[in-house]
């Protein structure tokens, strides 16, 4: 018998830097659309996303990318984290990518998902998303429902 594993999916992101809220945008938006899913604020990431990860057996982080991407709005999907040098995730000093990888030298076992939005260049203070940014905001929520939805163990 399939049982479902207890997902929960993280926001990461600055509301004060336009398009690198779209992860704190995106979860929002899902606690509206599926108060079933938990879901929590990873605020810009670093080492505080460990201790959600403990007791979970999945975890989707949601957070803007920069450069990884050609368009402004385009989601990835990463089953495995990229190369940190080539994927920017985060402004913070440690980031998305880097906590994961120190989780899994802790010995997390969590099976651990990322979706990136590209974001563009996210270095300017805003409380306003582009709009391609904006409108992949419901995109993501629909994966996001797709990858726990389909999910078996």
């Not at 450069?67 to 495995?80: D, L, Q, R, S």
């Not at 000093?93 to 939005?117: C, F, P, R, Y």
């Not at 391609?132 to 797709?146: G, H, L, R, W």
Request: hydrophobic share 40%.
């Amino acid at each position: 018998m399939n049982e479902m594993k207890r997902t929960l999916v993280i926001g990461c992101g600055n509301p004060l830097m336009g398009n690198d809220a779209v992860g704190l945008r995106v979860i929002e938006a899902l606690e509206g659309q599926r108060p079933d899913i938990a879901t929590s604020e990873g605020g810009v990431g670093g080492l505080g996303l460990i201790p959600m990860m403990e007791n979970h057996e999945r975890i989707i982080i949601v957070d803007a990318m920069s450069g990884y991407a050609a368009n402004k709005g385009e989601i990835k999907v990463f089953n495995t984290p990229p190369d940190n040098e080539t994927f920017p995730l985060s402004l913070s000093d440690i980031g998305v990518l880097d906590t994961v990888g120190i989780a899994k030298e802790m010995g997390i076992s969590t099976e651990i998902i990322i979706i990136g939005i590209e974001g563009g260049h996210i270095d300017h203070f805003s409380d306003i998303m582009d709009p391609d940014v904006e409108n992949a905001v419901p995109k993501a929520v629909k994966k996001i429902e797709d990858l726990i939805d389909n999910q078996t163990s």
